[in-house]
Nanobody, 115 residues
């Protein structure tokens, strides 16, 4: 199983970024992919998740209406479109999945929002 995030960067408040989570090594359509983030000095928190099996999505209250998760089954990739970014969205964004009782994390991609 391999999970690789990309798309992070530095953006001004109010801007947008599209994060990508490329996966391989498992049946993409059978599992849920989650996005988490960790700000400096804070615990890792869930941001959103997408069930590829039934399309159900979850969003943390702090990002509802601003972030959207989607998937491209042909590319085994999940996206996180982040809009109207705020300084409090700064952090390392990680992709996660639990496959056959094992947890898998990517290496993370840094998002920095400047005010």
């Amino acid at each position: 199983v391999r999970i690789v995030e990309s798309g992070g960067g530095v953006v001004q408040a109010g801007g947008s970024l599209r994060l990508s989570c490329a996966t391989s090594g498992f049946t993409f359509g059978d599992y849920t992919i989650g996005w988490f983030r960790q700000a400096p000095g804070k615990e890792r928190e869930a941001v959103s998740c997408l069930s590829n099996r039934d399309g159900i999505r979850y969003y943390a209250d702090s990002v509802k209406g601003r972030f959207t998760t989607s998937s491209d089954n042909a590319k085994n990739t999940v996206y996180l479109q982040t809009n109207s970014l705020k300084s409090e969205d700064t952090g390392v964004y990680y992709c996660y999945s639990r496959i056959l009782r094992r947890e898998y994390w990517g290496q993370g991609t840094q998002v920095t929002v400047s005010s």
